[in-house]
């Protein structure tokens, strides 16, 4: 079955302990992004890779980091958590032919709590 | 700035009732609009998009969406609402101006109650 697959899809954590998020799609995609979503806000882009060892920021990249080291995984990284960041992250790919018509694969959401 | 914007909080209808969820949208040039649903717990799932062409987008799950330029909106609508219709809706404009980014532009996003 054709997935983005994210974990963990909840976690509680405290202020200053380092987290990762990890993301696979097994669709041979070659975008994937992150995004957070947030009451009233709608969905943000966090960070966006265009290929494997290609990442560039989003719109609210501050206090994230990415890696993108095989195609198939996309990795979101807070070394050092804060509140603000708590937050319902999703992970998305697309194939490169069509990631600028916007038909985007969604995982289903990883609620993180930072304390 | 590009923008999408979704009026309602929230809509309300019964079963069977034709429904409409409204975006309006402010870009320069040509807009690539979109609708994605997310049901409770899951991801968002594409719905429909319009590029070019008909105005009258036809999607999943018996939706379809009319791009009106003049009115600069992208209404989805479905003719006969079901109880399974219940979720977040939210319309999203790809961001024409941040190069080869990919990132769609949403809305804050519009929940959908269908009772019985």
């Known amino acids: 079955e054709a997935q983005v697959t994210q974990n963990p899809r909840y976690l509680i954590t405290v202020t200053g302990k380092k987290l990762t998020v990890t993301c696979s799609q097994n669709m041979n995609h070659e975008y994937m992004s992150w995004y957070r979503q947030d009451p009233g806000l709608g969905l943000r882009q966090i960070y966006y890779s265009m290929n494997v060892e290609v990442t560039d920021k989003g719109d609210v990249p501050e206090g994230y980091k990415v890696s993108r080291k095989e195609k198939r995984n996309f990795p979101l990284i807070l070394e050092s958590p804060s509140p603000n960041q708590t937050s319902l992250y999703f992970c998305?790919?697309?194939?490169?032919?069509?990631?600028?018509?916007?038909?985007?694969?969604f995982g289903e959401g990883s609620r993180l709590t930072v304390l | 700035a590009q923008s999408v914007a979704q009026p309602e909080d929230q809509v309300n209808v019964a079963e069977g009732n034709p429904l409409t969820v409204k975006c309006t949208y402010s870009v320069s040039g040509n807009p690539y609009l979109f609708w994605y649903v997310q049901y409770p717990n899951r991801g968002l799932q594409f719905l429909l998009k319009?590029?070019?062409?008909?105005?009258l987008v036809k999607g999943s799950y018996g939706f379809e969406a009319e791009f009106n330029k003049s009115q600069t909106s992208f209404h989805l609508k479905k003719p006969s609402a079901l109880v399974s219709d219940s979720a977040l809706y939210f319309c999203?404009?790809?961001?024409?101006?941040?190069?080869?980014?990919?990132?769609?532009?949403f809305g804050q996003g519009t929940t959908l109650q269908v009772k019985p």
């Open positions: 319009y590029i070019t062409g008909d105005n």
């Open positions: 998305a790919s697309s194939l490169e032919a069509t990631w600028n018509t916007g038909e985007l694969f």
């Open positions: 999203a404009v790809r961001d024409l101006y941040s190069g080869n980014t990919g990132k769609l532009i």
